[in-house]
């Protein structure tokens, strides 16, 4: 079993940053093999994926929608995985879930991970 504990979010201004934290418990999370994403969504649309890194290789991918603006990261030896979000705009509102699976093949289908974190609500005012 993995657990996937969130933290940060919260309210700030357009223009702001914010930075989502993502710890990752569990004995059977694969260095090697795991995945671990951001999705997010808000009730007027389905879930968007945001970004993703492949733990072994840290390749990255993001969401054109965030691109150069958010930055996924993670601390191997903490298991902890970041999102730090950047020219924030109210369209990036959202509940932000972070999510793991092994062996993933497309990091943007939110069917192929396993396991999920709480949710984090993130609001940005204009």
């Known amino acids: 079993q993995i657990q996937l504990v969130q933290s940060g979010g919260g309210l700030v201004q357009v223009g702001g940053s914010l930075k989502l934290n993502c710890e990752v418990f569990?004995?059977?999370?694969?260095?090697?093999?795991?995945?671990v994403a951001w999705f997010r969504q808000n009730p007027e649309k389905e879930r968007e994926f945001v970004a993703a890194?492949?733990?072994?290789?840290?390749?990255?991918a993001y969401a054109d929608s965030v691109k150069g603006r958010f930055t996924i990261s993670r601390d191997n030896a903490k298991l902890t995985v970041d999102l730090q979000m950047n020219s924030l705009k109210p369209e990036d509102t959202a509940t932000y879930c972070c999510?793991?699976?092994?062996?993933?093949?497309?990091?943007?289908?939110?069917?192929?991970?396993?396991?999920w974190g709480q949710g984090t609500l993130v609001t940005v005012s204009s």
């Open positions: 999510a793991t699976g092994k062996n993933i093949v497309s990091t943007m289908i939110s069917s192929e991970y396993e396991y």
């Open positions: 569990g004995r059977t999370f694969n260095r090697y093999r795991n995945t």
């Open positions: 890194i492949r733990w072994e290789s840290g390749t990255t």
